[in-house]
């Protein structure tokens, strides 16, 4: 601000001091070639009201804006998908974990009961398909994020940090996750 307003007084001082001018200070070869040119419009305007340029500017602009310009330019590769996969896998742990907490803290107030015996003997009531389909999804969701935590843990200690070895490791816990499900499913 301060800056400007110099530049401003300066300026003022400058054109109404008598017997000097702008000009008489400018080159003589800077004054021909501006005076002589003619002047050129490289952007074309047009009246058009103000809630049709919000609307219509920005309706164009958006058709010609890219989706999702940094997914189209990368091929998909197991990290992304193990990643993914961690997240919602730890996600889902820790919801089931807070719901059931929640439950325990509230059951004894509406009188229910939500002890393990209870839950153990409620649950040895099932078929066997409706088990395995609580117990598979559960299995698989600790023991990838297990076996994904120690992946990481590797990581931090600065262990196969390299893409192949990164890659390698992806489906190692994918296919270990898989069988130790199965395995604790049945168990």
């Known amino acids: 601000m301060l800056a400007q307003?110099?530049?401003q007084q300066s300026t003022r001082r400058l054109a109404t001091q008598p017997g000097s001018s702008l000009l008489?200070?400018?080159p003589a070869a800077i004054i021909a070639s501006t005076v002589n040119s003619s002047q050129r419009r490289l952007v074309e305007t047009a009246k058009i009201s103000p809630t049709e340029a919000q609307t219509s500017i920005l309706a164009r602009q958006r058709?010609?804006?890219p989706v999702a310009p940094h997914l189209g330019i990368y091929k998909p590769q197991i990290t992304w998908y193990g990643s993914a996969l961690n997240r919602i896998t730890g996600s889902m742990l820790?919801?089931?974990f807070y719901v059931y907490g929640?439950?325990?803290l509230v059951a004894p107030l509406f009188g229910w009961q939500v002890g393990t015996a209870v839950m153990a003997a409620g649950f040895?009531?099932?078929g066997v398909l409706a088990k395995t389909a609580v117990k598979l999804p559960f299995a698989f969701f600790f023991t990838y994020h297990s076996f994904n935590?120690?992946?990481h843990l590797m990581w931090d200690l600065g262990k196969g940090v390299n893409n192949v070895s990164v890659q390698r490791s992806g489906w190692v816990a994918v296919g270990l996750s898989v069988v130790s499900a199965v395995a604790l499913?049945?168990?």
Do not use: I
Request: hydrophobic share 45%; with cysteine; proline share 0%.
């Open 102 to 104: 929640a439950l325990y």
């Open 149 to 151: 935590g120690l992946r």
């Open 94 to 96: 820790s919801g089931a």
């Open 5 to 7: 307003r110099l530049m």
């Open 124 to 126: 040895a009531k099932w």
């Open 185 to 187: 499913c049945f168990v």
């Open 24 to 26: 008489s200070r400018t």
């Open 63 to 65: 058709l010609q804006r």
